[in-house]
């Protein structure tokens, strides 16, 4: 069975940073595309980030281009998103998956986790 983990999320200052790590079992990332998400109140989930198998290839979506960088250790089996200039609208839950295409978009997911949450203060 498929789990995923998700960790790192917390209260963060606007401009600070956050490092979120997923780690899946059951699952070896490196034969999937793997991505992070988010979800803020009263808001759909929306893609952040996606990473192809060998990390070679990445998506970003508008808003955090320039501030978040993803990157895998498919030694280790995890996924992180560092997330720099934080600011409010950041603040979400946070999720990671394994995609069943290269379509970076919640759709794609093949699992979810229980997210981890990010808050960031003005």
């Known amino acids: 069975q498929v789990q995923v983990v998700e960790s790192g999320g917390g209260l963060s200052q606007a401009g600070g940073s956050l490092r979120l790590s997923c780690t899946a079992s059951?699952?070896?990332?490196?034969?999937?595309?793997m991505g992070w998400f988010r979800q803020a109140p009263g808001k759909e989930r929306e893609e952040v980030s996606c990473?192809?198998?060998?990390?070679?290839?990445?998506y970003y979506t508008s808003s955090v281009k320039g501030r978040f960088t993803i990157s895998r250790d498919n030694a280790k089996n995890t996924l992180y998103l560092q997330m720099n200039g934080l600011k409010p609208e950041d603040t979400a839950m946070y999720y990671c998956?394994?995609?069943?295409?290269?379509?970076?978009?919640?759709?794609?997911?093949?699992?979810w986790g229980q997210g981890t949450q990010v808050t960031v203060s003005s």
């Open positions: 059951g699952l070896s990332i490196d034969a999937v595309t």
């Open positions: 990473i192809d198998q060998r990390g070679l290839g990445t």
């Open positions: 998956a394994p995609l069943q295409s290269i379509a970076c978009h919640p759709s794609a997911a093949r699992y």
